[in-house]
């Protein structure tokens, strides 16, 4: 009997391989997954607040309160205009980058901040920019205050701070946390089954133990001076040692032809074993001539753990070499009794 391996079973290496290549698969989906999410969610934020701005900043009371500076009018209806449109803050400021409206009032009157202002209050651009500003890093949109006259005289800056997004995405992030421990358990339980089914078609061994089965069996049937042939319930054979080859005159200039996956009947026309498939029974001592030789044949029947035919195997010798053996024997047992009598006469 085999003893248990040391090494981990084979349904441990299994589930824990499928565990890991799961774990690698669905690591990248779920981050590949959040990331175009989140830049999608990015970039749709920033065109809002772009549209945003783009409002605000045609407004006549917000271009003529630019106009005058006039900060205590412009700041409660720059509030009430980012309540209304959702955005986490609008900051207008003049033609210098000095703030006229903010969120929190002590901040208006100081320098914007984020060194992305540029574009928009010398050049005139309506833009989506991402920087860091007072409230924290944001996603925004820049839009130059313009008088009648199409002079830049301020500029409007609607933005979404990024945790914000963040927090909005959380509910995502959780359902693909759930997903991926859903397919991993699901992963572990197919590993599980599949493992089970293939040590118990191994029958109960492990694939190493399997492969030192196999080579034994293999060195042993090259062993014996027999020959055997094994054959599946369509007739194909699979499985012959060396001296089954030999024995039928197979071999070629002392090169033996491997006929494992040939058709019987194809290999050995004169045998009638595939004819047995039909009706399997075991049969002993059956006197054969197979490739013109005289053999003496034993055939069983294969069959599995659920007692299912699955197949034949013979195992014959050539009669010449029986006869042989026999006449030896004979001759063995006529001198043993000769010196049996040759010693009791000796003793009388």
Same mark, same amino acid.
């Given at each position: 009997?085999?003893?248990?391996?040391?090494?981990?079973?084979?349904?441990?290496?299994?589930?824990?391989?499928?565990?890991?290549?799961?774990?690698? +698969?669905?690591?990248?989906?779920?981050?590949?997954?959040?990331?175009?999410?989140?830049?999608?969610?990015?970039? &749709?934020?920033g065109e809002r607040a772009? &549209?945003? $701005? %783009?409002?605000?900043?045609?407004?006549?009371?917000?271009?003529?309160?630019?106009?005058?500076?006039?900060?205590?009018?412009?700041?409660?209806? $720059?509030?009430?205009?980012?309540?209304?449109?959702?955005?986490?803050?609008?900051?207008?400021g003049d033609v210098d980058?000095?703030?006229?409206? /903010?969120? =929190?009032?002590?901040?208006?009157? =100081?320098?914007?901040? @984020?060194?992305?202002?540029?574009?928009?209050?010398?050049?005139?651009?309506?833009?989506?920019?991402?920087?860091?500003?007072? *409230?924290?890093?944001?996603?925004?949109?820049?839009?130059?205050?313009?008088? !009648?006259?199409? +002079?830049?005289?301020?500029?409007?800056?609607?933005?979404?701070?990024?945790?914000?997004? &963040?927090? !909005?995405?959380?509910?995502?992030? /959780?359902?693909?946390?759930?997903?991926?421990?859903?397919?991993?358990?699901? #992963?572990?339980?197919?590993?599980?089954?599949?493992?089970?089914?293939?040590?118990?078609?191994?029958?109960?061994?492990?694939?190493?133990?399997?492969?030192?089965?196999?080579?034994?069996? !293999?060195?042993?049937?090259?062993?014996?001076?027999?020959?055997?042939?094994?054959?599946?319930?369509? @007739?194909?054979?699979?499985?012959?040692?060396?001296? $089954?080859?030999?024995?039928?005159?197979?071999?070629?200039?002392?090169?033996?032809?491997?006929?494992?996956?040939?058709?019987? %009947?194809?290999?050995?026309?004169?045998?009638?074993? $595939?004819?047995?498939?039909?009706?399997?029974?075991?049969?002993?001592?059956?006197?054969? *001539?197979?490739?013109? /030789?005289?053999?003496?044949?034993?055939?069983?029947?294969?069959?599995?753990?659920?007692?299912?035919?699955?197949?034949?195997?013979?195992?014959?010798?050539? =009669?010449?070499?029986?006869?042989?053996?026999?006449? +030896?024997?004979?001759?063995?047992?006529? /001198?043993?009794?000769?010196?049996?009598?040759? #010693?009791?006469?000796?003793?009388?």
């Amino acid at each position: 009997m085999y003893q248990q391996a040391r090494l981990p079973s084979y349904r441990a290496r299994l589930l824990l391989i499928m565990l890991i290549y799961s774990l690698i +698969q669905l690591s990248i989906v779920v981050v590949t997954s959040y990331w175009y999410v989140s830049d999608s969610e990015y970039q &749709d934020k920033g065109e809002r607040a772009l &549209d945003v $701005a %783009r409002v605000v900043a045609k407004l006549p009371d917000v271009v003529s309160a630019v106009e005058r500076r006039d900060s205590a009018n412009l700041q409660p209806l $720059a509030e009430e205009l980012r309540r209304t449109m959702g955005a986490s803050f609008i900051v207008v400021g003049d033609v210098d980058g000095i703030r006229l409206a /903010h969120p =929190k009032s002590e901040r208006i009157g =100081k320098p914007m901040v @984020g060194g992305d202002n540029h574009a928009a209050l010398v050049l005139g651009q309506e833009y989506v920019s991402q920087a860091k500003g007072s *409230l924290g890093v944001s996603v925004r949109g820049k839009v130059p205050v313009k008088d !009648q006259q199409g +002079q830049i005289i301020g500029i409007v800056s609607v933005g979404y701070l990024l945790e914000k997004i &963040d927090v !909005q995405l959380q509910p995502y992030l /959780h359902f693909m946390v759930l997903l991926v421990m859903a397919v991993l358990s699901l #992963n572990m339980l197919i590993g599980w089954w599949l493992a089970q089914r293939i040590k118990d078609t191994l029958l109960g061994f492990e694939p190493e133990q399997m492969t030192r089965l196999y080579a034994e069996l !293999q060195a042993t049937l090259n062993t014996i001076r027999e020959g055997v042939i094994a054959i599946n319930r369509e @007739g194909i054979i699979t499985n012959v040692n060396a001296n $089954a080859i030999r024995l039928l005159g197979k071999d070629l200039q002392g090169k033996s032809i491997n006929p494992v996956g040939l058709p019987l %009947r194809d290999w050995l026309p004169d045998s009638d074993m $595939a004819e047995l498939l039909d009706q399997p029974q075991a049969q002993s001592d059956v006197e054969l *001539l197979l490739n013109g /030789h005289l053999v003496i044949a034993n055939r069983v029947p294969m069959k599995d753990q659920q007692q299912n035919f699955i197949g034949m195997v013979s195992s014959f010798r050539r =009669k010449d070499e029986i006869t042989l053996l026999t006449k +030896q024997l004979s001759q063995i047992k006529a /001198h043993s009794e000769a010196l049996r009598v040759q #010693n009791h006469e000796h003793s009388n």
